[in-house]
């Protein structure tokens, strides 16, 4: 479930995107439609809720693959379906726990903040 967006997110400091990033699932974030460049609409009026505007999410789930394409690729599962995060050996600290093509990282449970591309 989803908290009721703030009446005016402040953006992030230099970045212009709202501000706190949405814990989603990935099936909730698979129903978002892009409504400009880095920014997302999750549509809530089925639960007489207005419309979410997304800039960034925190997701979070089991780690299934990892691969060696888009700086470190890895494909996670959550309780709604698998979704795939791309950077990831650009997160500090985080390439100690994870290696393409070593099985390194499988099966941890992990949490990424960023963008949905």
């Not at 470190?72 to 309780?79: E, G, H, K, V, Y």
């Not at 995060?85 to 500090?92: E, L, Q, S, Y």
């Amino acid at each position: 479930m989803l908290a009721s967006p703030p009446a005016a997110p402040a953006p992030a400091p230099g970045s212009g995107l709202a501000s706190p990033p949405w814990k989603l699932l990935s099936g909730q974030l698979r129903q978002a439609s892009a409504s400009g460049p880095g920014r997302w609409v999750l549509r809530r009026e089925a639960s007489g809720r207005p419309p979410l505007e997304l800039g960034l999410v925190w997701m979070q789930g089991t780690v299934q693959e990892v691969r060696p394409e888009d700086h470190i690729s890895l494909r996670l599962f959550d309780p709604s379906g698998t979704f795939t995060v791309t950077g990831a050996d650009r997160v500090p600290k985080g390439r100690p726990c994870i290696a393409a093509g070593t099985g390194r990282g499988r099966g941890q449970n992990m949490q990424f903040i960023g963008n949905h591309l």
